[in-house]
């Protein structure tokens, strides 16, 4: 009961920059972690960046120094900015919740994607 609307994706030139957004509404109050996953063509959807709850993050080891996380809690938005972006970047950006459940049982939750493609 959680639902992920992102936006921000688009074209851009090798060293640019973009930044995401990802709005939840929904069972918003149980929400203990947000963060954010790429898949390229072709290959596994992989963690790029995730903030849980204290405001701890986690990093790809490709990203870090280039993208960072952050959160306005009053507009339920979590942000990734992304810069000195590169070819190999390009891939569809995916938001992602988790949510406790019943029992503290956690569920995932994911938007519907955001293609990003770095290239001259």
């Known amino acids: 009961q959680v639902q992920l609307v992102e936006s921000g994706g688009g074209l851009v030139q090798p060293g640019g920059s973009l930044r995401l957004s990802c709005t939840a509404s929904?069972?918003?109050?149980?929400?203990?972690?947000m963060g954010w996953y790429r898949q390229a063509p072709g290959k596994q959807r992989e963690l790029v960046a995730v903030?849980?709850?204290?405001?701890?993050?986690t990093y790809a080891d490709s990203v870090k120094g280039r993208f960072t996380i952050s959160r306005d809690n009053a507009k339920n938005t979590v942000y990734l900015q992304m810069n000195s972006l590169k070819p190999e970047d390009t891939a569809v950006y995916y938001c992602?919740?988790?949510?406790?459940?019943?029992?503290?049982?956690?569920?995932?939750?994911w938007g519907q994607g955001t293609q990003v493609t770095v290239s001259s």
């Open positions: 903030m849980s709850s204290g405001d701890t993050t």
């Open positions: 929904g069972s918003i109050f149980s929400i203990n972690a």
């Open positions: 992602h919740a988790r949510r406790v459940g019943p029992l503290n049982r956690n569920f995932d939750h």
